[in-house]
């Protein structure tokens, strides 16, 4: 396991954490992952700069990125499948004149309520909100704030039904 400020990072009881997974809290960042979670191998949980917090009985498998730099809060009970994406920051793009690279990066706090699963190679922006129970398609990209209790997929992804009825 690759671990870079480890002195920001806190890890619960009987978590599993895979060869060749990488951990980071640096630059002033947090990483907390509750206990009973799963880090699968080559997933990247980076909560450097800003706060990364994943609840009790999680998991994270293989090749994802889960990225805190705004904020990124996952609740309890979340299954995050291989290859999916978290975000919680955006470049600054407003001056066409100007890099890119030298505009900035805007957090943006995101969102995993309990037990929502999160399909292979999803991608949820920075700003998003999934809600507690739900589903997100296999290879989504969610844009924003998705109700409590609903399977979601599609570019960008939409309720295809609810799970409560
Ligand atoms: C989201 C998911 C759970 C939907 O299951 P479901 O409710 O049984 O939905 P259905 O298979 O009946 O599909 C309903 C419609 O949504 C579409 N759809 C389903 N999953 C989709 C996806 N990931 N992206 C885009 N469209 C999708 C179907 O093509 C279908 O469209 P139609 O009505 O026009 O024919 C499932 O398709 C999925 O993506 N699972 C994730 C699998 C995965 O990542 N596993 C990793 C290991 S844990």
């Known amino acids: 396991v690759f671990v870079r400020g480890g002195g920001s990072i806190v890890v619960g009881d009987d978590v599993r954490i895979e060869a060749f997974a990488s951990l980071s809290a640096s630059k002033g960042g947090r990483l907390e ?4 979670c799963e880090i699968r191998g080559f997933a990247l949980v980076e909560g450097d700069t800003g706060e990364l917090v994943i609840g009790d009985r999680s998991s994270v498998n293989p090749f994802c990125l889960l990225n805190g730099y705004g904020g990124l809060r996952i609740g309890k009970n979340v299954r995050i499948a291989s290859h ?3 975000l919680s920051s955006s470049h600054h793009i407003a001056d066409p004149a100007t890099p890119i690279v030298e505009q900035g990066i805007e ?3 995101t969102l ?3 037990d929502v699963w999160i399909g292979s190679h999803a991608i949820i922006l920075g700003g998003s909100r999934v809600g507690a129970g739900s589903v997100i398609g296999a290879g ?8 409590p ?3 979601a997929v599609g570019a960008p992804a939409k309720v295809i039904r609810s799970r409560l009825e």
């Open 33 to 36: 992952i509750g206990s009973m």
């Open 84 to 86: 999916a994406v978290l």
């Open 107 to 109: 957090g943006r706090s």
């Open 112 to 114: 995993i309520e309990d």
């Open 140 to 147: 989504s990209i969610v844009t924003g704030a998705i109700p």
């Open 149 to 151: 209790g609903v399977v």
